[in-house]
């Protein structure tokens, strides 16, 4: 890993550290106060010594070394999804359960592992909602003993109120194995807009699969918009089609693997009582109220 200085047009080497592994994306790096976390993992599932880290970095007289670093981290599994918040982070690691680790980076020389939690599934990318919450989308899973097949696209709400203690507050399912969405690899998809406490998320619903069997029927395309509270959890609030279901063969839509998942919408806009979906070739309208009823359709020109 290599640091450089930027100083307008100059750039200048500062100094270059060895990091334990590969990182997943960028939400695996984070500098606060002139500390860089790093989450990485060191070898490839199914390897037996797969193995994941997080380090932290920083100079010293002029050098950029190695200040801290918590090792162990999930046995056997990959990292899925990583956050950092502040001095603390939350990394989700998965081969047949969704460990959520939780650790306190207060003293930059000793990063904690806090807790854990175990459930089943695993997140791919999350989000904070508020000081004491994280509001994450990824996958269920159904669980064969040494290994898990991946299942429904799950929306999740995690307590994090006590570091050495988290908890999952909510938990939503949305359809079956090969069910798909853009927020699961692209957390530009992934809309959560604040004032509104309303989650927008492209999504290709698939029905019929599971445990390793890919749907055969897909019921829905389009945008699915969420009430979330923390009171009563994450409530469908209406669904914006696309295309007619009836109309589309599932097996041409319903056979994504988790690294691959897309759907037909990409991205949401929430505006006043409106929100906008945008797929490849179209944007379209309706309101909060009735989300079923599109106001307008738009078609957008392609190159």
């Known amino acids: 890993m290599h640091k450089f200085g930027l100083n307008g047009t100059d750039t200048k080497y500062v100094g270059s550290v060895t990091l334990p592994g590969h990182i997943l994306n960028q939400f695996a790096m984070d500098e606060t106060d002139g500390v860089l976390r790093v989450a990485s993992t060191k070898g490839w599932v199914p390897d037996a010594s797969v193995i994941s880290y997080l380090t932290t970095f920083g100079m010293q007289a002029g050098n950029l070394v190695q200040f801290g670093q918590v090792g162990g981290i999930g046995p056997q599994e990959d990292i899925r999804a990583v956050r950092f918040d502040g001095n603390r982070g939350f990394v989700v690691t998965f081969k047949k359960t969704d460990p959520l680790f939780v650790f ?165 806009i929430f505006m006043d009582d409106f929100v906008y979906g945008l797929s490849d070739t179209q944007m379209r309208v309706a309101g909060l109220s009735a989300m079923s009823s599109v106001l307008k359709s738009v078609p957008l020109l392609s190159k």
């Open 104 to 268: 306190d980076l207060t003293d930059a020389t000793k990063p904690k592992l806090m807790g854990e939690l175990q459930i089943p599934g695993f997140s791919t990318y999350m989000q904070r909602l508020d000081d004491t919450h994280m509001l994450a989308i990824g996958f269920t899973a159904d669980d064969h003993e040494s290994f898990a097949y991946f299942n429904g696209i799950q929306i999740q709400i995690f307590d994090v109120t006590d570091l050495a203690n988290p908890t999952l507050a909510w938990k939503k399912v949305i359809g079956t194995r090969g069910s798909s969405s853009e927020a699961l690899t692209n957390h530009l998809a992934f809309n959560y807009f604040a004032p509104k406490k309303m989650l927008a998320l492209p999504i290709t619903v698939c029905e019929g699969g599971g445990n390793g069997t890919y749907a055969t029927n897909m019921t829905f395309a389009g945008l699915m918009a969420f009430d979330i509270s923390l009171d009563t959890g994450i409530t469908e609030h209406g669904r914006l089609p696309f295309v007619d279901a009836s109309t589309v063969s599932a097996s041409d839509n319903c056979d994504k693997w988790w690294t691959d998942s897309k759907s037909l919408v990409k991205r949401s």
